[in-house]
Antibody
Framework: QVQLVESGGGVVQPGGSLRLSCAAS????????MHWVRQTPGKGLDWVAF????????YYADSVKGRFSISRDNSKNTLYLQMNSLRAEDTAVYYC??????????????WGQGTLVTVSS | QSVLTQPPSASGTPGQRVTISCSRS????????VYWYQQLPGTAPKLLIY???QRPSGVPDRFSGSKSGTSASLAISGLRSEDEADYYC????????????FGGGTKLTVL
């Protein structure tokens, strides 16, 4: 069965950096686009970034463009999110989500359990 | 403010039919498909509807989606207590380099 397991969350000071990982299993990772979606505790969903199956295309939310970088290692079945210049408003649970198709980008068919990132001094 | 606007709350009694709306405020979303997610407390979201009105396998036919003009709707018929959850609409926004946008979410309470 499909499993997505995020790791790397924690507490970081404003202006700091953190790298999240998402280990994927149960499907051919190298054939699917992947997303990061975040959710501030008690608030709504906020899409962060998408990377195409081969890494050739990437999209970012305006709020993270220039600070966050999405990448993947298909040989390790792992998705990454490098987060730099972190701000208090980046505090959230970060989910990785499997994309269903490049023609249905808002279609996330599997989600991880999430990892909490807290930006605080 | 999200480019997809949802009512913050909705409610109904068991067996009732409830609808949740999702209005687009940006022409950049235009006629793009709308997707609906259900998030039960303490869990990750789950897809309920894709491409405006299509149900993935395993989603009960009590859930249905529709689109009319700049608005989309999620309808839940035969309301059950286990339907109490947050519901989000989503769409692709063609502005600038493109992005996925979510509505602000609607908390559904089963009375």
């Amino acid at each position: 069965q499909v499993q997505l397991v995020e790791s790397g969350g924690g507490v970081v000071q404003p202006g700091g950096s953190l790298r999240l990982s998402c280990a994927a299993s149960g499907f051919t990772f190298s054939s699917y686009g992947m997303h990061w979606v975040r959710q501030t505790p008690g608030k709504g969903l906020d899409w962060v970034a998408f990377i195409r199956y081969d890494g050739s295309n990437k999209y970012y939310a305006d709020s993270v463009k220039g600070r966050f970088s999405i990448s993947r290692d298909n040989s390790k079945n792992t998705l990454y999110l490098q987060m730099n210049s972190l701000r208090a408003e980046d505090t959230a649970v970060y989910y990785c989500a499997k994309g269903y198709s490049d023609y249905d980008l808002p279609y996330f068919d599997y989600w991880g359990q999430g990892t909490l990132v807290t930006v605080s001094s | 403010q999200s480019v997809l606007t949802q009512p913050p709350s909705a409610s109904g009694t068991p067996g009732q039919r409830v609808t949740i709306s999702c209005s687009r405020s940006s022409s950049n979303i235009g006629s793009n498909y709308v997707y609906w997610y259900q998030q039960l407390p303490g869990t990750a979201p789950k897809l309920l509807i894709y491409r405006n009105n299509q149900r993935p396998s395993g989603v009960p036919d009590r859930f249905s989606g529709s689109k009319s003009g700049t608005s989309a709707s999620l309808a839940i018929s035969g309301l059950r207590s286990e339907d109490e959850a947050d519901y989000y609409c989503a769409a692709w926004d063609d502005s600038l380099s493109g992005r996925v946008v979510f509505g602000g979410g609607t908390k559904l309470t089963v009375l």
